[in-house]
């Protein structure tokens, strides 16, 4: 009973009251039920707890909105350019303030991700068949057999700057940067279904309609006899130059080979995507030192996919085309 922090109310509130009568501190300790000292702390202000210590704030309130301005404004800068910018709007705080009043912010230093600008026409193709799709069942998901191109590098550490976003805002297009090109790479087309993934192409040249009408020949029709043998497909394909000619339009009908119709700039719809991604991540602790060690390490990687993950992969086309439908058309997180 002799701390000031055990007083209650009650005893806080008797001694106020005996306190402005004029009663003497022993006369109030023995009314409150307290000790003297407790009395004559709280009396002189001192029983209210702990005061606060540590070094005052070097910021108001003022400053760290516009810190969180600057940041907002152009997510995409390193500390010390946010620092520079900030100390020049008046504000004297170090670096390390910066770094740490950026993080109470709920602003996380992340890897920018990338998607394609839709223009309005694009937007409203792609609601539409997204809603013309939103019926389709599993079944008929898996007889579509899905293909696609891919970059694979022979350095995976660069993946430029990154951005300082809140969470939730990973799809916020200010937070997203374009992608980086002419890195040493190979490119790689290949296909999968519901059953597993087809045999791998690399592309050694430039993919026009006659480069391409021989990938169809020698790698898609033999990935179809081994993951339907005579069962009915359709094949999807982006709308690349190359897969839209009339010449590829009319190898697909000599080869009684339905074609998928497909909205432009939608790999989010796209489960091979998301295959690529599981490759690449797979390879990112691979060193190759050349093109050949890479297209060996992206062979070996490729055949440890299981029909299983290519199955869970084509299950997620019904919450691809919901999603979609959420955003009206714009990309998703897919």
């Known amino acids: 009973m002799g701390k000031t922090s055990d007083l209650t109310a009650v005893q806080k509130t008797i001694i106020d009251t005996l306190h402005k009568e004029g009663r003497t501190q022993k006369v109030i300790a023995k009314e409150a039920g307290c000790s003297q000292s407790s009395v004559s702390k ?87 068949w997204a809603k013309d799709k939103k019926d389709w069942t599993d079944a008929e998901w898996s007889k579509v057999m899905f293909s696609d191109e891919s970059k694979f590098c022979i350095s995976f550490g660069n993946q430029g700057p990154r951005v300082w976003r809140k969470s939730g805002e990973a799809q916020n297009p200010r937070c997203m940067r374009s992608s980086v090109k002419f890195p040493p790479s190979v490119m790689v087309w290949g296909a999968m279904s519901s059953a597993g993934v087809g045999p791998l192409c690399f592309l050694r040249s430039r993919v026009n309609a006659a480069v391409y009408q021989e990938v169809l020949e020698h790698f898609m029709l033999p990935a179809a006899d081994q993951l339907y043998g005579d069962a009915d497909f359709t094949f999807q394909q982006d709308l690349a130059p190359a897969h839209s000619a009339k010449t590829t339009s009319t190898w697909f009908k000599d080869h009684g080979i339905p074609v998928l119709d497909w909205p432009a700039n939608s790999p989010d719809l796209n489960p091979i995507e998301n295959l690529w991604g599981i490759v690449k991540r797979r390879m990112q602790y691979a060193r190759p030192n050349n093109a050949e060690e890479l297209k060996t390490t ?21 919450r691809r085309i919901t999603a979609v439908i959420e955003a009206k058309g714009a990309p998703t997180k897919y």
Do not use: Y
């Open 42 to 128: 709280h009396i002189n202000r001192q029983a209210k707890g702990r005061k606060k210590c540590g070094r005052k704030k070097c910021t108001s309130s003022r400053d760290n909105r516009t810190l969180q301005r600057i940041v907002t404004t152009n997510p995409f800068k390193n500390v010390g350019e946010i620092h520079k910018e900030w100390t020049a709007a008046g504000v004297s705080a170090s670096r390390t303030t910066t770094r740490r009043l950026m993080k109470d912010m709920g602003f996380r230093c992340r890897i920018p991700c990338v998607k394609p600008l839709l223009n309005m026409k694009q937007r409203k193709k792609r609601l539409a």
């Open 298 to 318: 992206i062979r070996a990687t490729w055949a440890l996919i299981t029909p299983e993950q290519c199955h869970r992969l084509i299950e997620s086309m019904p």
